[in-house]
């Protein structure tokens, strides 16, 4: 018996900067397709800024794409819903759709420069979407398979952070929560964190703060010389003139400048 499902999970592209380029290697495809291959006549006909016009269509399939992309990060972050195979079945079915109104609106519109009627739009799709769709879809699903992942909603709040400096065996790669506070020292940062037995460890690293805030945008700036993990935030002591943190499994103060009161004010009321 298979254990095929419409709602067993699927692999899931999690990384936002990996799906954002595979959106633009199929907008360039399209592009080149078009340009290059020249399916439909396109090399016959006329156009003003004829290469511009024809890269036009291939930012329309860009543009579905991408709120596509927003769809499907809501559905995962916002509603806490796992990835599934009949989502990824309904992202290609609203992709071909998505893909054939904007396509069908800018030939009309930009192209033709007529009035839009949408009598033509389901022979247009099926002469003109489908085709590059039956080609390029089938690559798509494909990456997006072998580059996706099967994740967990605790994967997704808490996930790995690889921290690198400037050294060749700089590296650390913990949990998200694990992390406690950086602080800068001259040359260095100094990392403490929860280890694996929830003890506190301190590591120290070349490497500047503003490198560490790159590399885990979850941290957050107290003073000009610490990054600290909000959800280990205990209390904040004093007023914006002079104040200091108290941090769960640390037992110093940390300081916290007035440039950065109301910002970590806000994140201790949450």
């Known amino acids: 018996m298979s254990d095929f499902s419409l709602t067993k999970r699927y692999p899931w592209i999690y990384?936002?900067?990996?799906?954002?380029?595979?959106?633009l290697v199929l907008t360039i495809l399209v592009i080149f397709i078009l340009l290059f291959l020249k399916p439909f006549d396109t090399g016959e006909k006329y156009l003003p800024f004829k290469n511009l016009?024809?890269?036009g269509y291939g930012m329309c399939i860009f543009i579905a794409d991408l709120l596509l992309l927003t769809a499907?990060?809501?559905?995962?972050?916002?509603l806490k819903k796992?990835?599934?195979?009949?989502f990824e079945l309904l992202y290609f079915l609203s992709l071909f759709l998505l893909s054939s109104i904007l396509v069908y609106s800018y030939d009309i519109i930009v192209t033709k420069q007529i009035a839009i009627s949408w009598d033509y739009?389901?022979?247009?799709?099926?002469?003109f979407i489908l085709p590059i769709a039956l080609l390029l879809l089938p690559l798509l699903a494909y990456v997006r398979y072998t580059k996706g992942e099967i994740i967990s909603h605790e994967e997704i709040k808490n996930p790995e952070v690889l921290l690198i400096g400037k050294n060749q065996n700089d590296t650390l790669k913990i949990k998200l929560t694990q992390l406690i506070f950086i602080k800068a020292e001259d040359n260095y940062v100094r990392i403490v964190f929860l280890n694996e037995k929830s003890d506190v460890e301190e590591i120290l690293m070349r490497s500047t703060l503003s490198s560490m805030k790159k590399q885990v945008k979850h941290l957050h700036y107290c003073h000009r010389s610490y990054l600290i993990a909000p959800w280990y935030i205990q209390q904040l002591k004093g007023h914006r003139q002079k104040a200091s943190l108290v941090?769960?499994?640390?037992?110093s103060e940390i300081p916290l400048s007035g440039k950065y009161y109301t910002a970590i004010s806000g994140l201790k009321k949450e």
Not at 72 to 78: G, P, S, T
Request: aromatic letters at 24%; glycine letters at 0%.
């Open 247 to 251: 941090l769960k499994y640390y037992n």
């Open 82 to 86: 796992y990835w599934i195979f009949i």
């Open 53 to 55: 016009m024809l890269a």
């Open 72 to 78: 499907e990060r809501l559905i995962v972050f916002k």
């Open 121 to 127: 739009l389901f022979t247009f799709s099926y002469q």
């Open 15 to 23: 990384k936002l900067r990996l799906r954002l380029a595979i959106s």
